[in-house]
Every structure is written in C-alpha cells, then in structure tokens.
C-alpha cells in the first residue's frame, strides 16, 4: 500500500501561482509514475499533469501546458505542481496519484490516490 499526502492548496488571486506538494511513503518501490489529477464542482475528474520516475518525462493536459510544472524530489520521494497564472476554471480539488503501471497512463491499473487539496482561484 501507498499512502499519498497533499498540501499547499489555498485561496489565490487570478493571475497568482501555488505550489502544490504531494508525499508518498508506505511501498514507495512500487511507485512508476505520480501526478495529479482535479475535479471541479460539478464536474467529471481530470488528468493535469504526470512525471515517470524511470526516464523522468512529463505529460500535462493542455489546459495547463505552459503554465503548470510537475517536478519531484527523490530522495524525498515527493512531487510537486507549480501552478503560475492561474485561472479561475483551475479552481477545483487537486489528487495527487501514484500508479505502479510503467505503460499505462496515470491513475490506471493499480494506483493510490491522495484525498485531495482543494484550489480556489477567485476572478
């Protein structure tokens, strides 16, 4: 089992940024890839952003490319999202994931979800 934990979410400005950090511990040898996941209120849960820990490449949804990185620490055995101008339709509950798939795509087959770090983004 692998446990997730997230912080940093908050209340910020449009146009702000957050940081957000997610901290695995448990059967972290299992871990292939983390990231995130959001949901917005009233809506169906989505992919942001994903980082392997076997050749270290990300994959972002396109609603934050450019905006939002994903990056980790090792020895920690955390992840992190920064999120720079942010909108007011990034408000939602942030999912930090860990799946243990190397081929399939985060949050597939088995994979630990955090219980979520809620952003608010005010316009």
């Known amino acids: 089992q692998v446990e997730l934990v997230e912080s940093g979410g908050g209340v910020v400005q449009a146009g702000g940024s957050l940081r957000l950090s997610c901290a695995a511990s448990g059967r972290t040898f299992s871990i292939r890839k983390m990231g995130w996941f959001r949901q917005a209120p009233g809506k169906e849960r989505e992919f942001v952003a994903a980082?392997?820990?076997?050749?270290?490449?990300?994959n972002y949804a396109d609603s934050v490319k450019g905006r939002f990185t994903i990056s980790r620490d090792n020895a920690k055995i955390t992840v992190y999202l920064q999120m720079n101008s942010l909108k007011h339709e990034d408000t939602g509950v942030y999912y930090c994931?860990?799946?243990?798939?190397?081929?399939?795509?985060?949050?597939?087959?088995?994979?630990?979800w955090g219980k979520g770090t809620l952003v608010t983004v005010s316009s």
């Open positions: 980082r392997s820990w076997s050749d270290d490449s990300t």
């Open positions: 994931v860990a799946s243990e798939s190397v081929q399939r795509a985060l949050g597939s087959g088995v994979s630990y």
